[in-house]
């Protein structure tokens, strides 16, 4: 069975400063896709990165990166001088596309919250 | 982007009421629909697969008669909780999968529905 785990439950940096939030997966397929969503506290849910099984390169945009490290099975996410308006949940997620139904699997979310 | 609603967006009832909650596919058809369910502070609980024209898929625990789901077309799913409890207050949250091989890996996500019985 899937898996994603987030060990950090809640992170408090100061504004300005860099913050990875970390990612590890669990699946016996060789085919997936990983995903990162933030949650504001308005609840709607925002797209940030999908990421197949196959594509290990990493990710830039903006301030946001991902590290994608299939030997560790591990998504990982970086947020670079981060901003009040960083503050949110986020969330990693896993999805098999060979079970043929798109479902995601969460991981139980890592709180990020910005002081500025 | 491909855009998902809800209606309403928040509903407070009173317990043993029923309460039906709509999503809706606005610029895409939708053969599947998810929902999911959050307590505070918690994650994103997946609780059954809507498909349309058929019947819906339900999580292990999930009572399939208290939370009821129609698929009647390809841009509407809706999720009727029948007698509802203060148990049952939470966050619920629909999705849809893209359309297209690639894109249907993609989940566009509605913004969810408060829901709060007293």
């Known amino acids: 069975a899937q898996k994603v785990t987030q060990a950090q439950t809640e992170i408090s940096v100061v504004e300005k400063e860099d913050v990875t939030l970390d990612c590890v997966y669990e699946t016996r397929d060789t085919t997936y896709y990983l995903f990162w969503y933030k949650q504001p506290p308005s609840g709607e849910l925002v797209f940030l990165i999908r990421r197949n099984s196959f594509d290990e390169q990493n990710e830039i945009s903006g301030r946001y990166s991902w590290n994608f490290q299939k030997s560790t099975s591990s998504f990982n996410f970086t947020i670079t001088a981060s901003q009040v308006v960083d503050s949110a949940v986020y969330f990693c997620a896993l999805l098999l596309p060979g079970a043929g139904s798109y479902q995601l699997t969460f991981g139980k979310g890592t709180k990020l919250s910005v002081i500025p | 982007g491909a855009v998902v609603s809800q209606h309403p967006s928040r509903v407070i009832c009173k317990s043993g009421t029923s309460v039906k909650i709509e999503c809706r596919s606005l610029?895409?058809?939708?053969?599947?629909m998810f929902w999911y369910r959050q307590f505070p502070k918690q994650s994103l609980m997946l609780m059954a697969t809507s498909n349309e024209g058929s019947k819906a898929t339900y999580e292990q625990g999930v009572e399939k008669d208290k939370f009821l789901i129609n698929h009647a077309s390809l841009t509407l799913s809706t999720l009727t909780v029948t007698s509802a409890h203060p148990e049952d207050s939470s966050f619920y949250i629909c999705?849809?999968?893209?359309?297209?091989?690639?894109?249907?890996?993609?989940?566009?996500f509605g913004p969810g529905t408060r829901l709060t019985v007293t």
């Open positions: 999705s849809a999968p893209g359309q297209g091989v690639i894109s249907s890996y993609e989940q566009y």
């Open positions: 610029d895409f058809q939708a053969t599947t």
